[in-house]
């Protein structure tokens, strides 16, 4: 079966990467092009943490070649993750009610406003075809021992026409008991139920390396080491997800891609070991194991000229 498979890191503006893949000394406004020559997808990291303006993204839109793709990860807030006040837009706080430590209480109606800003901002790429999947990274703490599944009905429902990936992490969810109900309600909503490569872990918030039945067209694989040391007791994402993939083990991945590209349409890759240099090393060795080409767009960013995506028999 053909499959189109898309590979990048999880941001292209890691400050690992700045300091040891990016040509020393190359100015921050360059980047992005010079990620765009050498990968046709990237996952926007800083989306996670604060709602980017329409100006920023227009400015990402143009500097990167017709084609390019970006998986945008939406708000912590939306992803239950713990989150201050600061991190919400400045008209949007006043909305929000706080906890005695700070944190924002996540209301349906600040949901709501939070979810159609977050779409409004990236109207840019979207107009320009360049947005591919929104990333639902939930929070640990959402388990079924105190969550329902249901309760994200009302985000999706707003998100939709456009294509959402849920990456769950809480093992739990895939467990024997949960697992063929977990699967039914991400086919009822033809959303994107994320893949890992993780460590071998009993650990609750340690997703088991499962490629589960396709809910949607598109396959979204994320790569997050297999340190367990570090993913279980790093600060932060670099302590985390301080691994570097051998060339066997991007053979076992490769393995893995190939059965997600006998489910679904599109095989989204992401390698989220921001390391170093790791992500991007191993990425690009990913895409040569692949017998894709080291740079897909040598034409000038915003050009309009056509990129070229491999689809690859397997």
């Not at 990968?39 to 839109?61: A, C, D, T």
């Not at 070649?65 to 939406?74: A, C, E, R, Y």
């Not at 969550?147 to 769950?168: F, G, I, K, T, Y």
Request: net charge positive.
């Amino acid at each position: 079966m053909a499959a189109k498979i898309l590979i990048g890191t999880a941001s292209w503006s890691d400050p690992e990467f700045i300091r040891d893949w990016y040509p020393h000394g190359l100015p921050a406004g360059e980047r992005l092009a010079f990620y765009a020559m050498r990968f046709g997808m990237v996952e926007l990291n800083s989306s996670f943490y604060s709602i980017p303006s329409l100006r920023m993204v227009e400015q990402w839109k143009d500097a990167t070649p017709h084609g390019f793709i970006f998986n945008v990860k939406l708000h912590k807030l939306l992803s239950r993750h713990a989150c201050e006040l600061k991190m919400l837009p400045t008209d949007l706080r006043p909305l929000a009610k706080t906890t005695e430590k700070g944190r924002v209480i996540l209301t349906p109606h600040l949901e709501e406003a939070i979810a159609g800003r977050m779409i409004d901002s990236l109207q840019p790429i979207e107009t320009a075809g360049k947005l591919g999947l929104l990333l639902l990274q939930l929070s640990p703490a959402f388990s079924p021992h105190a969550h329902r599944l249901e309760e994200l009905d009302s985000l999706l429902s707003q998100l939709s026409p456009r294509a959402v990936a849920v990456e769950l992490r809480n093992r739990n969810w895939v467990e024997s008991q949960l697992l063929d109900q977990t699967i039914a309600y991400f086919k009822k909503h033809q959303v994107t139920l994320v893949s890992v490569d993780a460590p071998q872990s009993s650990h609750f918030n340690v997703m088991p390396s499962l490629d589960l039945e396709a809910a949607s067209a598109i396959a979204y694989l994320r790569l997050h080491g297999r340190n367990e040391h570090a993913y279980l007791t790093g600060k932060t994402v670099a302590a985390r997800f301080d691994y570097d993939y051998s060339a066997q083990e991007l053979e076992e991945v490769r393995a893995r891609v190939k059965r997600l590209a006998k489910k679904a349409q599109t095989v989204h890759v992401v390698f989220n070991n921001n390391r170093s240099d790791y992500a991007p090393d191993a990425a690009l060795r990913f895409r040569q194991l692949l017998g894709q080409s080291a740079a897909i767009a040598m034409e000038k960013p915003g050009s309009g000229a056509g990129s070229t995506q491999k689809t690859f028999e397997f």
